[in-house]
């Protein structure tokens, strides 16, 4: 259901508000969920709010407002509560066994003009924290284009892996996250990590050094390197790392 409405024609700066309402929303032919947004845009500014929206089981709510002119800062608010592993996984194309929850919530502010200007303004805090799950461990290996296996050679691609809890944060500042804490404790090793991201390229640079659980001493590598696109990261022995816990 959309529904569109426009300001009388008699106005010479006319102004759009769009109700959409999707019960079966698709991405990538995958359901992912329920679309209900209030989208309103005018010669100053455009803004989005969620509303009742559920996306990968989770839900999504707060307002994102890009002020196209003036002094007024654009915002952008989320808060992604309960939202499914595996359903997520399936939208990126990486699906694969998982059980378990997170919540993501983003306050971010910037100058106003257009999306560019956004990426390169922003300044604010993202927050990640993930509760006890279960997943294939080969996940990290696709995620990370075989992260595990350089933090540990050793190990079990096939084995389920226990998440005990996962917690990342990053503080922008001119369009530049600075990551840290990132932290993924599972049952054999602890990862912990600290680096950058760059909104305005869409680039990830991350060294990540493992915490052997009770995994001898051979097993066990030391930090490696993700970095790229979100979505296409690429991993390799981390030689330069300043990386301390």
């Known amino acids: ?114 999306i560019e200007t956004f990426k390169k303004t922003v300044n604010g805090r993202v927050t990640l924290r993930a509760e006890e799950g279960r997943f294939d461990a080969k996940i990290l290996n696709i995620w ?24 990342m944060g990053a503080d922008f500042k001119d369009g530049l996250a600075q990551i840290d804490p990132f932290i993924i404790d599972i049952r054999r090793v602890t990862l912990y990590g600290r680096g950058t991201y760059s909104a305005p390229d869409n680039v990830v640079d991350v060294v990540i050094k493992p915490e052997s659980k009770g995994v001898t001493l051979g097993d066990i590598s030391t930090s490696v390197r993700l970095s790229g696109p979100p979505n296409d990261l690429s991993v390799r022995p981390d030689t330069v790392s300043t990386l301390k816990k």
């Open 144 to 167: 990370g284009g075989g992260l595990l296996n350089a933090l540990i050679p050793s190990f079990d691609t096939e084995e389920q892996a226990s998440l005990n809890c996962a917690l």
């Open 1 to 114: 259901q959309i529904k569109k409405e426009n300001t009388p024609d008699k106005h010479k700066n006319k102004s759009v508000f769009v109700f959409v309402d999707i019960d079966d929303f698709y991405y990538k032919d995958q359901d992912i969920g329920h679309l209900s947004l209030d989208i309103k845009d005018t010669d100053s500014y455009t803004a989005i709010d969620t509303k009742n929206t559920h996306l990968a089981g989770g839900a999504l709510s707060g307002e994102i407002r890009l002020n196209k002119s003036g002094n007024a800062l654009s915002h952008f608010d989320l808060r992604w509560k309960n939202f499914d592993y595996n359903e997520l996984m399936g939208i990126y194309g990486k699906a694969a066994s998982v059980s378990g929850r997170a919540t993501m919530e983003a306050h971010l502010k910037a100058q106003p003009g257009t």
